[in-house]
């Protein structure tokens, strides 16, 4: 605490020294110093050849390539010698570039031959990029044991392959051929060459026909049927996916990267398609495709591959994807949420269909028995794929994005073989492999399952109109009042899927939905049951409770913990211990399941209630940077999936997951752990989809969460109180402001009017202007608000704004972009200008300067014409507004405060401004005017100090001085004209400079036709001493500006209109602010506009200085700093700050004992 | 306050003594002389301001602006300032309040309006961090308050808070920064920063 905390009165002001002219103010202040930095010429690096190693080794292994093609050519295939055998143009080894390490046999020189002749690649240096394959016989223990790092994840075989290749005539697999060591490797192998089997198909028949083209393979990340896992397949032996690898773990640092740019992993590769000589697509045929692994294989040339392919071509023109896109891209949850989408789109023509029927229908049900089929297909995610591999149907399947044997992929789904094993959904892969080692994994077909699912659903509408869907591969059927026995049914859809969809499906039959869904789970694998009504109690006696739909492991839990197992036993429980216990819901519908009733019925449309999405892997922010782009990313995401369903919604809720405190490493790999969720939400007035909107409010709502970026695993956003996009369009109309802005205005430039407001509004909300579009309007609650505010201003006062008569140039430029502006004159001046400086100049780009024009006019508050602005150059406006904007005392964010302090910022716009000519470079061609006008500005400096001296004087003498430097010019014409009261008090050199300077004086005068001068008005002239100090800025508007008016210079003149046009209390500084553009005039005007303009803003600067001195130091203090930012660019304004300082730090040190820190600005020397 | 003195000065003093104290903690604030722990933010005049947590501080500072406040009202205060000294008490730098009040007005006060202009120092203040210099170690800081006149009444017992100050001058006149004016009638404020001169002996002979 303060020691000292008694207040102090101190008795009186304390006596300030009394301060001397202040010369030594003068300070000189050396702009731009002279620190030329001697550029020293960059050493020119002459290009010697092999000037390092690396160019060394580039040249030669260029030569050698050369060499080798050259020796390709004579040899064998080029010259188109022989292989007729091989069927390949291009040889068996296309697209193989071996790498032979140590001693092989045969040869390597034997094994360059080869490749020689059969099209494939020697590299005598091994180099990742270039190398496809290791040959070696064998290899050290070292380099055994970390085989990755020797290998750099490319394949590494025995020379014995390439014989067998040349034996078989075709490219084998190399993975048999792949130096051992490690065991695991085989089980892998088999996998992995199933595995693509089916992407082999489409290319393998192409290569039947059109043999061996080369394969355009774009790595697209967007497209690799790979979750972002980004674990994806690492093999861990030597296997023949070590080339895999390689892109493996690009695209897993990719995917390990949030914020990755995919595009720089779009790689090309280039491979021959092996000579498939008319063989099925064999696992080993297909080997070496599987080194692209899981990526999509595009081919161009292939017009016969069908929709997988066509339907890729469209994701590998895809550019810039992220994190989120790719995310969903290969989230099979992903799929299964939003299948229902396309579902409905693809089928809508039955659903709505279905509307007309529904009474009908439900009229049957009274008559009916109900019956119910639910169908499911059997593992869809595996039997899907796998019904391309035949021999995998009784092996152990599982779907799992990543084949990492270690890792944390969840599996999605296994086939009956591998559940039989323990594998479930849902089991991590390395448990899975645990318990079931030989388990084949394969990735994801979306496309696949797209396809049968459509065709899964053709089948269900053919037969039955009631079709609920509940998946993408299971569905409830409402076959009551069909004239069929529903087992007939059953079994028929169930034969007609595995019959056009080579999987097959389950069906339960029941009375209600309950029972059918249940019936099926006992029918599965591939059977169907029927489960009649009077059986109903006995199948549901011994059904585990954990089977019912609905009852998760907490309720699984809670009905463990009272000795609950099965339906048997929850059936005992009274209806009200089981409300009381979970609840009135869940209660209800236990004990309604546990007697198999169920009173839902098949839905066929469902209400959609909420879009969203949410990341809950890989997410890992370093900064809020990160997290914003996340953030935008997921907006984006939830934005489409709006526009997809044609859904708007009003309440926006962000759900943030971060790591519990203390939680572990989560298990999985980058997983979410041990999270704790916070979710706010946030509902805006009318409906949206737009992304704008949504990024900015979930950017709001994750500030309000004030979480550690880092901590954050996870992020959903969800759209609820959805409604169709086309209502909110059309509600819109009603209460949007837009609509209430149109109603207020009468005139024709009604529409032109909304759009601005629109405009404007979006720039509030950061839009990027979306012009037509409503929706995106009405997010901005709060800007709402404000616009409203603004825009009932400019209703009151739209009468005033309109100026027609004023402004033709407006309405001809209003005409010309008369479909999307409103007319400058309808624009309320009073919003444009609390808007941000930076609307107003993009505005001010729109309507091409005039804009600020209309700004300065309006300011003025009254209807005068006026000429003055017309001169002013375009560019310079933007300034201007700026400046006019900091000026006109709009001080509410301390922004603009820092604006008009930042004498950095702005100065450098104007030199940069190409219509500011800079007067003190623009020479005068009078050069001895230009003298004099050098001397002028000394005497004025002079007269100050004069005043300053008296200033201990009496009024009296006051009096004096101020006559002679007001009414008349700075100097008197003559000495005789001088006050010699004046002069007698005068220090010696100053008299003897006066003397000095007054016959340059006598010449200007000469040469000026009009003498200019102010003429202090009677009824001032013998007032009080103050007042005469200060008579020019007496009245309203001031004395001086009259006098600005009808003077001669072109610059006061313009002056003069600033002020009239700016409105009565405008502040000097103000005026000071938007005289930029009117610089570039001063340059031009001659010698006598020069000396009057010099003179005469002297002598109001002066006298506003004797005005405000007392009261308002911050307006004197900020007019100085604009001078002295304008003196760079103005000589006169350098010459007027420097004349008027001196008073004004006189009068401060006077009044408040203090110098402000202001020095006289040397003239730059040299310049006249 | 007094809330009966519906005179235009007694109102005008009222808020004045109240921006005062705001004005002086976000001085205090802004300085960094506490830590920042030391305030809390709060909403004067619709704008965010600082508010001294620590009872002692925010008294001391409530004291000395509720006690200018018969001097403002008979618009005796000249000049408050907030010094703050280096370790030998020199002071280092002085935000001044220059406050007139104008005695001969007579029409109703628009508190709005003084509000809004007073308002404008507090959003200036908060951005008047560069303008000011770090403060040296051992530094302490004080509000004095220069009179137009010593109060008549000096068995007064307000009057009797106030003690002479000793603190030391600056012997070359100041560098003045000014950082904001405003004119609302009856009141005139100005807020600037004095620094010492750099010719200024660093050490006034002591």
Redesign the interface.
């Known amino acids: 605490?303060?020691?000292?905390?008694?207040?102090?009165?101190?008795?009186?002001?304390?006596a300030?020294?009394s301060?001397s002219a202040p010369s030594g103010d003068s300070r000189k202040r050396s702009r731009n110093p002279p620190t030329t930095n001697p550029q020293r010429p960059l050493r020119s690096k002459t290009k010697a050849p092999f000037a390092d190693f690396r160019s060394y080794m580039v040249e030669k292994n260029r030569k050698l390539r050369a060499q080798f093609q050259a020796d390709a050519t004579t040899s064998s295939l080029g010259a188109g010698s022989g292989h007729a055998d091989s069927g390949d143009e291009k040889g068996i080894f296309h697209g193989v570039s071996i790498f032979v390490d140590g001693l092989t046999i045969p040869s390597s020189q034997e094994l360059r031959g080869y490749m020689l002749k059969h099209g494939g690649r020697f590299e005598n240096y091994f180099s990742k990029h270039t190398v496809t394959h290791i040959i070696c016989g064998n290899l050290p223990d070292s380099k055994m044991r970390n085989l990755r790092a020797f290998s750099h994840g490319l394949p590494v075989v025995r020379p014995q392959w390439v014989l067998d290749c040349l034996a078989a005539n075709r490219l084998l697999s190399c993975a048999p051929y792949q130096l051992g060591g490690l065991v695991n490797g085989t089980c892998k192998q088999q996998k992995l060459s199933t595995y693509f089997h089916h992407q082999g198909i489409s290319s393998c028949n192409d290569a039947r026909t059109t043999v061996n083209h080369d394969v355009k393979i774009d790595v697209d990340p967007k497209q690799l049927v790979l979750p972002p896992e980004g674990q994806c397949f690492r093999c861990d032996g030597p296997s023949g996916q070590a080339s895999e690898e390689l892109e493996c773990m690009k695209v897993e640092k990719l995917y390990g990267e949030i914020n990755a740019n995919p595009e720089s992993t779009d790689l090309e590769v280039k491979f021959s398609v092996p000579p498939a000589s008319g063989v099925i697509p064999t696992p080993l045929s297909m080997i070496n495709k599987s080194y692209m692994g899981h990526q999509k294989i595009h081919e161009s040339l292939d017009s016969s591959v069908n929709c997988i392919g066509a339907s890729n071509q469209v994701h590998s023109t895809l550019t810039d994807p992220n994190f989120v896109e790719n995310y969903f891209k290969s989230s099979r949850l992903h799929f299964i949420g939003t299948w229902r989408n396309r579902y409905r789109k693809r089928f809508s023509n039955l659903l709505t269909g279905y509307k007309s029927s529904n009474e009908k229908t439900n009229c049957c049900v009274a008559k009916h028995k109900a019956s119910i089929i639910h169908v499911d297909m059997d593992c869809f995610f595996v039997s899907v794929i796998i019904r391309n591999f035949p021999d995998l149907v009784d092996k152990p399947v599982a779907v799992c994005h990543s084949n990492n044997p270690r890792g944390t992929a969840e599996i999605s789904s296994a086939n009956y073989v591998a559940r039989n094993y323990g594998v479930k959904a849902g089991t991590f892969v390395r448990d899975a492999k645990a318990c079931c080692p030989h388990l084949v994994i394969l990735p994801y077909d979306f496309e696949a399952y797209e396809e049968v699912a459509e065709q899964f659903y053709s089948i269900l509408h053919k037969h039955c109109s009631k079709v609920q869907a509940l998946s993408c591969d299971e569905a409830f059927l409402d076959v009551t009042g069909c004239d069929d026995d529903p087992e007939e049914i059953a079994s028929m859809i169930r034969k007609e899927i595995e019959d056009t969809t080579r999987c097959t499906a389950s069906a339960g039959i029941a009375g209600n939905l309950l029972l059918a869904y249940l019936a099926t789970r006992s029918a599965k694998p591939n059977g169907q049951r029927f489960i009649p009504s009077e059986k109903v109690e006995d199948y549901l006696k011994d059904l585990p409770v954990m089977a019912l739909p609905g009852i998760g492991y907490a309720t699984y839990e809670k009905l463990k913990s009272r000795q609950i197992q099965t339906c048997g036993q929850m059936y005992m429980i009274p209806k009200e211990a089981l409300q009381k216990d979970f609840g009135i819901r869940i209660g209800d519908m236990l004990w309604n399941y546990c007697r198999g009733i169920d009173n839902r019925t098949v839905e066929v449309v469902q209400e959609r209630k909420s879009v969203g999405a949410e990341v809950n892997w890989g997410i890992r922010f370093n900064n809020l940077t990160d997290c914003h782009h996340f953030l935008v990313n997921l907006c984006k995401e939830v934005s489409l999936r709006l526009q997809g369903c044609g859904l708007q919604g009003r309440a926006i809720t962000l759900k943030v997951k971060k790591r519990k405190k203390g939680a572990a490493k989560p298990l999985k790999f980058m997983g979410c752990g041990d999270c704790e969720s916070v979710s706010r939400s946030i509902t805006v007035p009318v409906a949206t989809d737009n992304v704008v909107a949504l990024q900015r409010i979930a950017k709001q709502i994750f500030a309000s969460f004030h979480v550690d970026v880092k901590e954050v695993r996870g992020i959903g956003l969800h759209m609820t109180k959805l409604e169709s996009s086309d209502i909110s369009r059309k509600g819109h109309v009603d209460n949007a402001l837009e609509s209430w802005l149109s109603s207020s205005t009468v005139d024709t430039g009604k529409k032109s009017e909304q759009i601005t407001c629109a405009d404007k509004q979006c720039d509030n909300g950061g839009l990027p202007l979306p012009n037509g579009e409503p929706q995106s309007r009405c997010i901005y609650g709060s800007n709402q608000q404000d616009l409203g505010k603004s825009k009932s201003l400019c209703d009151s006062d739209t009468g005033y704004n309109c100026l027609p008569d004023k402004d033709a140039r407006c309405c001809r430029s209003y005409e010309m972009r008369a479909s999307a502006l409103p007319r400058l004159c309808d624009l309320d001046i009073d919003v444009v200008k609390d808007l941000p400086r930076d609307i107003v100049l993009e505005m001010d780009d729109i309507y091409e300067g005039e804009l600020s024009d209309l700004i300065r006019k309006s300011e003025k508050k009254g209807s005068r014409s006026s000429s003055c602005s017309s001169s002013v150059s375009l560019p310079n406006e933007d300034t201007n507004v700026i400046d006019g904007y900091i000026a006109s005392g709009h001080?509410?964010?301390?922004e603009l405060?820092?604006g008009a302090k930042d004498k950095g910022k702005l100065p450098v716009r104007e030199t940069l401004n190409p219509k500011t000519v800079d007067p003190c470079r623009s020479k005068n061609p009078n050069k001895k005017a230009q003298v004099s006008v050098l001397e002028n500005v000394k005497s004025v400096e002079r007269t100050c100090l004069k005043i300053q001296s008296h200033n201990s004087c009496s009024r009296l003498n006051e009096l004096h001085i101020t006559s002679t430097m007001g009414p008349q010019q700075l100097m008197p014409a003559s000495l005789s004209q001088a006050d010699a009261s004046v002069l007698e008090q005068l220090p010696e050199d100053v008299k003897a400079d006066i003397c000095g300077f007054l016959p340059v004086h006598r010449k200007i005068k000469v040469c000026k036709d009009v003498p200019f001068g102010f003429d202090v008005p009677n009824s001032v002239k013998h007032s009080s001493p103050w007042y005469t100090k200060s008579y020019l800025w007496l009245g309203s508007p001031p004395f001086w500006v009259e006098k600005f008016k009808i003077s001669n210079s072109y610059f006061l003149n313009a002056i003069a209109m600033l002020y009239a046009e700016s409105g009565k209390d405008i502040l000097l500084s103000s005026i000071l602010q938007s005289i930029t553009p009117l610089l570039s005039s001063v340059s031009e005007s001659s010698c006598e506009e020069y000396d009057e303009a010099l003179h005469s803003l002297h002598e109001v600067i002066s006298q506003y200085i004797v005005l405000k001195i007392?009261?308002?130091?911050?307006?004197?203090?900020n007019c100085f700093c604009f001078l002295k930012r304008f003196s760079t660019v103005s000589k006169l304004l350098l010459r007027v700050y420097n004349s008027t300082l001196p008073l004004f730090q006189a009068s401060?040190?006077e009044i408040?004992?203090?110098?402000?820190?202001l020095s006289v600005i040397r003239e730059k020397p040299g310049e006249e | 306050m007094d809330r009966k003195n519906t005179s235009p000065q007694g109102e005008t003093a009222r808020v004045l003594v109240e921006f005062l104290e705001v004005a002086i903690t976000s001085i205090v604030f802004l300085k960094g002389f506490y830590p920042s722990e030391a305030f809390e933010r709060r909403r004067y005049m619709n704008v965010v301001v600082h508010r001294a947590r620590?009872p002692?501080?925010s008294g001391?500072i409530h004291?000395?602006t509720a006690?200018l406040l018969p001097f403002v009202q008979k618009g005796l205060v000249?000049?408050v300032n907030v010094i703050f000294y280096d370790n030998e008490h020199v002071p280092v730098e002085k935000f001044i309040f220059?406050i007139?009040v104008n005695q001969s007005y007579n029409s109703k006060v628009e508190e709005n309006d003084l509000e809004f202009a007073l308002r404008?120092f507090l959003?200036?203040l908060?951005?008047a961090e560069p303008l000011t210099k770090p403060l040296p170690s051992g530094s302490?800081?004080?509000?004095?308050?220069?009179?137009?006149?010593?109060p008549q009444d000096s068995s007064n017992k307000e009057a009797r808070?106030?003690?002479?100050?000793?603190?030391k001058?600056w012997l070359q006149?100041?560098?003045?920064?000014?950082?904001?004016?405003m004119?609302s009638e009856p009141l005139?404020v100005?807020l600037?920063l004095?620094h010492p001169?750099p010719s200024e002996p660093k050490n006034l002979g002591v």
């Not at chain 1, 009261?1111 to 004197?1116: H, I, K, P, R």
């Open positions: 605490m303060n020691s000292r905390s008694s207040s102090r009165a101190a008795s009186n002001g304390p300030f020294p301060f001080v509410d964010s301390p405060d820092l007392g009261s308002d130091v911050e307006e004197l203090y401060m040190s408040y004992g203090g110098k402000l820190r | 620590h002692q501080l001391y004291s000395v006690g000249e000049r220059k007139i404008a959003i200036k908060t951005i302490s800081w004080e509000v004095t308050a220069y009179f137009r006149a010593l808070m106030w003690v002479p100050t000793d603190t001058q006149p100041p560098d003045i920064t000014p950082i904001k004016s004119s005139k100005q600037y004095e001169n």
